[in-house]
């Protein structure tokens, strides 16, 4: 057993109000700088939709993530070393700028000088990229709110993927579609296809974190890392021609701070927090044949962190104590394992992703309550739910390598927390027989509810200071966030400055990739 440690997110997607609010936070803080216009760190997809880039999850395309080989070997679905070498100037696997959006600016001049006369001067799109005149035709997100839904969303890979009598369940007109908010970063996965795929060695994770980082100084710019990510979150500066990504904010996350997005979440719907996990099992769990065990494989490489042995492998690992006692309070392992109600996005890439999903869960009590049922009744729930306006075929196929029988625990499970905490509410009584349809205990149900309704800010960031000396300069307090210089991160100063390194350590070797 070789225990790692892994900073985590969950995300409750009941919660989700696709205000963007995260986006454009994490927008402003990391990728407002020339060559990053088109990038997202952080965006809210509407589901169904096709997402950003387009088709982003149709992995026959883009070839991203793993698959076994005849061996029964993980392979990067991208192809082996020989093969990339080959593509190295001709990759045919990248989304184009259209793909993207082109970004675009205005001619605001043409306010700020145009003469008097009888006519609204009119000022025209302009591409950011080339200057020229453009026509707005794509965007981050396009399909918000459903819009041009008829048009585009039968496109979604996941319904393609849905068994044809469960995709016939999915409607675009307006009054029996259905539709929630995805909102997504990069997953820091367990096992990074991006890191494997990188020529140069740019890419690594983290032995203290586990967040996957871009070494600016290596990266060459050769893009297999965009081609390999199956979620389609690396994306190339075509100021820098380096690699960019998702950060999980490292210099916040060293304080104890949660990342932006989380930060400035209206809904607080983020959960962020530490999982043990023994890495020596990562590569067979992400080797499982079913892709529908890939689920449990991952979850039984997290280890209990309340588990004698697992502290002490963690303390003989150089683990900190207030770590493993975070790791103990940790949202993000109560959520995933041990209520089990949050789940991977897209478990069959096989990256074993580590910001995991609390699926949505439409109004099923009241639909039952409307219908003179018994909310409190577990059969008469567990049918509500299996006609709910969101198909459990469409969220399996999300996060279940499309198992609807794990969607549906999920859901029954929130259903019951639902029902028991209203009776409890209303009159003080216990219905024991929600407790028994999904084998959770009164102390549980308790739990659970209060971490995904009324859970405090402490109690929703659960997160370890990193044990470091120069812990403010890690805040970007002194030294300056290398950001802040010509050509963004990693160009400024010399390799191994304060402004470069802010205390990311140097790639060790292929240990990292694990």
């Known amino acids: ?13 009941d919660k ?3 205000c963007h609010t995260c986006s454009v936070t994490c927008k402003q803080t990391w990728t407002n700088r020339d060559g990053t216009e088109y990038v997202w760190f952080n965006n809210v997809e509407t589901k169904p939709g096709i997402g950003y880039p387009k088709y982003h999850e149709d992995q026959q395309r883009w070839r991203g993530g ?41 001619d605001y001049d043409t306010l700020l000088t145009a003469p008097a006369g009888p006519h609204t001067p009119v000022i025209r799109p302009k591409s950011a990229l080339t200057g020229n005149d453009t026509s ?12 041009g839904a008829p048009e585009h969303a039968p496109g979604d890979p996941n319904i393609a993927a849905m068994p044809p009598q469960a995709a016939e369940k999915v409607r675009f007109s307006f009054e029996q579609t259905f539709m929630f908010h995805l909102p997504r970063i990069c997953e820091h996965c367990l096992n990074p296809a991006c890191v494997s795929a990188c020529p140069s060695g740019a890419m690594f994770k983290r032995e203290e974190d586990g967040i996957v980082l871009v070494d600016q100084d290596r990266c060459r710019g050769w893009r297999m890392c965009v081609s390999a990510c199956p979620y389609k979150k690396v994306y190339l500066n075509h100021t820098t021609g380096k690699a960019e990504k998702c950060t999980f904010c490292f210099p916040r996350i060293e304080n104890g701070q949660p990342t932006v997005c989380a930060e400035t979440c209206v809904g607080r719907l983020r959960y962020i927090g530490l999982v043990l996990y023994d890495a020596d099992k990562v590569t ?23 588990d004698p042995e697992v502290i002490a492998a963690a303390r003989d690992e150089g683990i900190p104590d207030d770590w493993v006692e975070a790791a103990q309070r940790s949202p993000v392992y109560a959520l995933a394992v041990k ?22 869960l439409s109004p099923v009590l009241d639909a039952v309550t409307d219908a003179n049922g018994d909310n409190t009744d577990p059969d008469q729930v567990f049918h509500a739910i299996t006609d709910l306006r969101i198909p459990m075929e469409y969220l399996a196929s999300l996060f279940s390598a499309g198992d ?23 009159d003080g009584t216990v219905a024991d027989n929600l407790l028994a349809a999904t084998g959770m205990s009164a102390d549980d149900m308790e739990s659970l509810y209060r971490l995904l309704a009324i859970a405090r800010y402490e109690e929703r960031y659960v997160i370890p200071a990193a044990h ?44 990292r990739t694990r």
């Open 66 to 106: 793993w698959v076994l080989d005849r061996r029964g070997k993980l392979k990067l679905r991208s192809g082996g070393k020989v093969k990339r070498l080959l593509s190295l100037f001709a990759n045919p696997n990248l989304p184009s700028i259209d793909d993207y959006y082109e970004p675009i600016t205005y």
């Open 284 to 306: 067979a769990a992400a080797s499982v044949p079913n892709e529908q065990d890939l689920l449990d494989a991952q979850r039984d490489a997290f280890l209990d962190p309340h």
């Open 136 to 147: 707005i035709t794509w965007g981050a997100n396009w399909e918000d709110d459903l819009g």
């Open 468 to 511: 470091r000396e120069d812990a403010a300069d890690l805040a970007m307090l002194d030294t300056g966030c290398s950001l802040d210089v010509p050509g963004g991160p990693g160009m400024g100063g010399e390799p191994g400055g304060p402004a470069v390194s802010l205390g990311m350590p140097t790639p060790r070797g292929k240990e």
């Open 16 to 18: 989700c109000i696709g």
């Open 1 to 13: 057993m070789r225990v790692m440690a892994q900073v985590a997110m969950v995300m409750n997607l």
């Open 339 to 360: 209520h089990r109600v949050a789940l991977p996005l897209h478990p069959e890439y096989r990256t074993m992703p580590m910001v995991w999903y609390v699926p949505p």
């Open 404 to 426: 609807a029988d794990v969607v549906a625990g999920v859901l029954m499970k929130l259903s019951a927390m639902r029902g028991y905490m209203r009776a409890r509410t209303l």
